[in-house]
């Protein structure tokens, strides 16, 4: 009887840590998703200049991934740093298996390795961030 509690205690706190991975995820895709219909919309709309989507996505790529590691090293109180770049690694990955399933021509090259590397800093900043404000309150 008391290994059965054990065991379905293990599986919530299992599904609360996969949780408090998933949620940050998410909440960086929409914030994603919200500045590029933005963009869309300003493109569509304006004379933008095109050769500024790149920065545009640069930026985007930064502040989501340190939404994703402030949230998600907020949700473990501790190890900031590690679970920032963790998260950061995360979103770089969705994201890339979302480029390649939605045909795109997708070509590891240097402006990929920049983004890789933005994200890992983004999401490593918003980690230690995260747990600093935790700690904190």
Do not use: H
Request: hydrophobic letters at 50%; a positive charge.
């Amino acid at each position: 009887m008391q290994n059965t509690k054990n065991v379905q205690k293990s599986e919530i706190k299992s599904f609360s840590s996969l949780m408090s991975v998933i949620k940050p995820q998410i909440i960086a895709f929409l914030f994603t998703a919200v500045v590029f219909i933005a963009l869309a919309i300003i493109l569509t709309y304006t004379d933008f200049d095109e050769n500024r989507v790149p920065l545009v996505s640069l930026i985007c790529t930064a502040l989501s991934t340190l939404m994703a590691g402030f949230d998600t090293a907020s949700n473990f109180g501790k190890k900031g740093l590690l679970w920032g770049i963790i998260s950061g690694i995360i979103y770089m990955a969705i994201l890339f298996v979302i480029c390649i399933l939605c045909g795109a021509d997708f070509q590891f090259n240097s402006g990929k390795i920049t983004m890789i590397g933005i994200a890992i800093a983004g999401g490593g900043i918003g980690g230690v961030l995260g747990v600093n404000r935790k700690s904190k309150s």
